[in-house]
């Protein structure tokens, strides 16, 4: 299955199909139906930093299909970053595996990252840890 | 779209020494398989949980103090909004269950006065290192009339159940407060049947 497809089974009444979970720990983030598909761009850093001791240069990767909330209450289970430039990172709220996706301070929306995150109630088959 | 999904939000805060294990309570970073190594550079600021507690969908927003209290000054600003406190200390460290006095001081001072408070007794897992015994923990909660529990975040051992008890003492209130507006509504004192098993449901 290609990405784009992928992305697309994923969606319902432009929202989210199934529930939104860790892919490292499968603790729910958002129950289905809470977040708004958005295609937009934006580079969030990686989980892993390969280049750890100069924290100036952020290693980023860009993605382009968010789930947008707009009430930061809407989530089962988030945790909040402290902020840089701005923003907030999201969370696991329970293993703090992340970012999954950010949190804009002026709009105070969230955006959440499809592709950095588990869609559905079964645990995620594979775990991966190359983001 | 503005319907709301959950019936109740309560605000916490943890408070106490640094070193004692706060940061742990709520964050687990470095004992996990996987860490990220982006955020455990900029830190963590809250979590938002979601409890289900006698049939209501509460959110919890958990606050750290993010090193403020190294200066012995928390400020009111921190303390604003809150409905809950978890105080703090590390069962190995004497002086940190001696400053639980001042920061009970501290939050008289600050917090709002019906915030509810619960005493934490950390690192229960380190037994070979303990200087503060149970007892002289449960001694001082009942002093102040306040909730005690010892806990360890190493071993994940009574940290759900500490905040879901301290979320259902906050709801108490709520519903106390509930009735009296609405007096129709019967409200059930379960402070006297002994914390039957309700947290099942809860945190999970």
Redesign the interface.
């Known amino acids: 299955m290609s990405q784009e497809s992928s992305v697309t089974s994923e969606i319902l009444n432009e929202k989210n199909k199934q529930e939104v979970r860790c892919r490292?720990c499968n603790s729910l983030m958002l129950?289905e139906q809470?977040g708004t598909y958005e295609s937009k761009q934006f580079d969030l850093?990686?989980?892993?930093?390969k280049n750890?001791k100069d924290?100036n240069t952020?290693e980023t990767e860009s993605l382009s299909d968010f789930w947008v909330i707009n009430d930061?209450?809407?989530?089962?289970?988030?945790?909040?970053?402290?902020?840089?430039d701005k923003r907030?990172?999201l969370?696991c709220?329970?293993?703090?595996?992340?970012?999954v996706g950010y949190h804009d301070i002026d709009t105070k929306k969230c955006y959440v990252a499809l592709k950095r995150v588990h869609h559905g109630k079964e645990p995620a088959k594979t775990?991966t840890?190359n983001s | 779209m503005a319907k709301k999904t959950y019936d109740l939000l309560f605000k916490l805060l943890l408070i106490g020494d640094s070193g004692v294990g706060k940061t742990c309570i709520l964050f687990r970073f470095s004992d996990d398989a996987f860490t990220s190594t982006f955020i455990s550079t900029i830190g963590i600021d809250f979590k938002i949980k979601t409890v289900e507690l006698r049939g209501k969908k509460i959110k919890l927003q958990i606050w750290d103090t993010a090193g403020q209290e190294r200066f012995h000054t928390i400020t009111t600003s921190y303390y604003r909004g809150a409905m809950g406190i978890m105080l703090v200390y590390d069962i190995t460290n004497e002086k940190s269950f001696e400053n639980i006095v001042k920061w009970l001081r501290n939050i008289d001072e600050h917090a709002n006065e019906d915030v509810e408070k619960m005493i934490l007794g950390n690192k229960c897992d380190m037994t070979d290192k303990r200087v503060v015994s149970k007892e002289r923990g449960e001694a001082i909660a009942r002093e102040h009339g306040i909730r005690f529990k010892e806990t360890s975040a190493k071993s994940n051992i009574n940290i759900e159940s500490a905040f879901c008890e301290l979320a259902e003492a906050i709801l108490d209130k709520t519903a106390g407060r509930e009735s009296a507006e609405n007096p129709e509504r019967v409200v059930i004192d379960r402070r006297n049947n002994e914390k039957a098993p309700a947290y099942k449901s809860c945190c999970s």
């Open positions: 490292f129950k809470e850093p990686l989980t892993h930093q750890t924290i952020i930061m209450f809407t989530f089962e289970n988030i945790g909040f970053s402290n902020t840089v907030k990172f969370i709220a329970d293993c703090d595996m992340g970012p775990l840890n």
